[in-house]
């Protein structure tokens, strides 16, 4: 189809489906929503994070409704000038349309980079043109020895099973078909001078102060944000040594850290594709991780035996995990068992101990990458995590 400019459309007689939007029902939302989701699964809008434009939810369904009148006006207009046997040219190709909006983060006021990132809100890809997948390049990826999933299985599978509990497969080897990215090459003795695991050695004389139960599970915060604490606690890790100036922010940021966690780790995700779910899970890794790592510096400051239990109690990780469709392709296989192998290491952190260093690496090197998946970690807030992975 021919691409027409607003203007010509702006003739064309206009009904319900393609009028301003006000008054917008709940009905009318979920119809929107669904189309959202339409939109994300024949990636149409993968790089809509790169356009945002908008700082509310209110601007964001305003947005979406001016672009769905226009689709359905230009839907209309086509059905209008249809030849008498019903052909179209195929030739005319619909345009990648771009909208979004920028979420500003409460903490990231604080930080020296930009205080706004990308954030999207599409899910998994079905089969499209090749001239329209966004992923198309990924044919060209060695195989990852990934198993094809299950044709036609109508069930939900629940992230988090027995078969995950004893931790082995955060343990297991990574054979260099399982590693993209090269992972063996870092498996060895150094591993522990990895910035995504290193930990610093605390100076003679450091005396941690305690940490202060009673803020830990206070519910002050508004619009808490991990972030900030996250981004500090990387900067005292990758410190060869820990002074008591250093002890006593980390004990700081990670009191804070972990009130947030507590908070947001009670959530579940709004949607139930493999993408989001790696988001919930990403997000609680990274940070029990940065929490485990203070525990295995400030020992018994972190007053373990009296909130750990109340703190992993609330971790849901068991989220359900819905299969991929038959047109799926093979990012949502890979979003799926990625899922499975951060649960599987966060039942080793509830334990107060950190996984195999081996798969702490794989996870992060994974989760900020830019080689496989399309989730909220590719934004440009995880950049300094991307930079100490090499991952640019």
């Given at each position: 189809?021919p691409?027409?400019?607003?203007?010509?459309?702006?003739?064309?007689?206009?009904?319900?489906?393609?009028?301003?939007g006000?008054?917008?029902?709940?009905?009318?939302?979920?119809?929107?929503e669904?189309c959202?989701d339409?939109?994300?699964?024949?990636?149409?809008?993968?790089?809509?994070?790169?356009?945002?434009?908008?700082?509310?939810?209110?601007?964001?369904?305003?947005?979406?409704?001016?672009?769905?009148?226009e689709?359905?006006?230009?839907?209309?207009?086509?059905?209008?000038?249809?030849?008498?046997?019903?052909?179209?040219?195929?030739?005319g190709?619909?345009?990648?349309?771009r909208?979004g909006?920028e979420?500003?983060?409460?903490?990231?006021?604080?930080?020296?980079?930009?205080s706004?990132?990308?954030?999207v809100?599409n899910?998994?890809?079905?089969?499209?043109?090749?001239?329209?997948?966004?992923?198309s390049w990924m044919?060209?990826i060695?195989?990852?020895?990934?198993?094809?999933?299950?044709?036609g299985i109508?069930?939900?599978?629940?992230?988090?099973?027995d078969?995950?509990?004893s931790?082995?497969a955060?343990a297991?080897?990574?054979s260099?078909?399982?590693?993209?990215?090269g992972?063996?090459?870092?498996l060895?003795?150094?591993?522990?001078?990895h910035p995504?695991?290193?930990?610093p050695?605390?100076?003679?004389g450091?005396?941690?102060?305690?940490?202060r139960?009673?803020?830990?599970?206070a519910?002050?915060?508004?619009?808490p944000s991990?972030?900030?604490?996250?981004?500090?606690?990387?900067?005292?890790?990758?410190?060869?040594?820990?002074?008591?100036?250093?002890?006593?922010?980390?004990v700081?940021?990670v009191?804070?850290l972990?009130?947030?966690?507590?908070?947001?780790?009670?959530r579940?995700?709004?949607?139930?594709?493999?993408?989001?779910?790696?988001?919930?899970?990403?997000?609680?890794?990274?940070?029990?991780?940065?929490?485990?790592?203070?525990?295995?510096?400030v020992?018994?400051?972190?007053?373990?035996?009296l909130?750990?239990?109340?703190?992993?109690?609330?971790?849901?990780?068991?989220?359900?995990?819905?299969?991929p469709?038959?047109r799926?392709?093979?990012?949502?296989?890979?979003h799926?068992?990625?899922a499975?192998?951060?649960?599987?290491?966060?039942?080793?952190?509830?334990?107060?101990?950190?996984?195999?260093?081996?798969?702490?690496?794989?996870l992060?090197?994974?989760?900020?990458?830019p080689?496989?998946g399309?989730?909220?970690?590719?934004?440009?807030?995880?950049?300094?995590?991307?930079?100490?992975?090499?991952?640019?």
């Amino acid at each position: 189809m021919p691409l027409r400019s607003r203007e010509w459309l702006s003739g064309v007689t206009n009904r319900r489906l393609s009028q301003g939007g006000e008054g917008i029902d709940e009905d009318e939302l979920s119809v929107i929503e669904g189309c959202l989701d339409l939109e994300a699964d024949m990636g149409v809008l993968k790089d809509r994070a790169t356009s945002g434009s908008t700082n509310d939810s209110s601007d964001r369904v305003t947005e979406l409704v001016s672009m769905l009148s226009e689709a359905a006006a230009a839907k209309e207009s086509v059905e209008e000038r249809l030849p008498v046997g019903g052909e179209v040219d195929s030739s005319g190709q619909w345009l990648e349309g771009r909208t979004g909006f920028e979420y500003e983060d409460s903490d990231m006021r604080f930080l020296p980079t930009s205080s706004k990132q990308a954030f999207v809100e599409n899910g998994e890809f079905t089969d499209v043109t090749p001239a329209l997948d966004p992923d198309s390049w990924m044919d060209t990826i060695p195989s990852i020895n990934i198993p094809p999933a299950d044709q036609g299985i109508k069930e939900v599978i629940w992230v988090g099973g027995d078969e995950q509990k004893s931790g082995q497969a955060a343990a297991s080897p990574l054979s260099s078909r399982e590693s993209p990215f090269g992972l063996r090459d870092l498996l060895g003795p150094d591993i522990k001078n990895h910035p995504y695991v290193r930990l610093p050695v605390v100076e003679e004389g450091v005396v941690p102060r305690r940490l202060r139960i009673a803020v830990l599970f206070a519910r002050k915060q508004i619009r808490p944000s991990p972030h900030f604490c996250l981004l500090t606690l990387k900067n005292i890790y990758a410190q060869k040594t820990l002074d008591q100036k250093r002890a006593d922010i980390l004990v700081n940021a990670v009191e804070r850290l972990i009130s947030i966690t507590w908070i947001q780790s009670q959530r579940t995700p709004r949607r139930t594709a493999p993408r989001y779910i790696v988001e919930a899970l990403g997000n609680r890794f990274v940070a029990i991780d940065a929490i485990v790592c203070a525990i295995e510096l400030v020992g018994e400051h972190m007053e373990l035996p009296l909130w750990w239990g109340k703190f992993t109690a609330s971790f849901k990780t068991n989220f359900p995990l819905r299969p991929p469709g038959s047109r799926g392709g093979e990012l949502p296989q890979l979003h799926r068992n990625l899922a499975k192998r951060l649960v599987a290491a966060m039942d080793i952190y509830k334990q107060g101990r950190r996984p195999p260093l081996g798969e702490v690496y794989a996870l992060k090197k994974l989760l900020f990458g830019p080689e496989l998946g399309r989730h909220s970690f590719k934004e440009r807030k995880w950049d300094p995590w991307r930079r100490d992975g090499e991952c640019d």
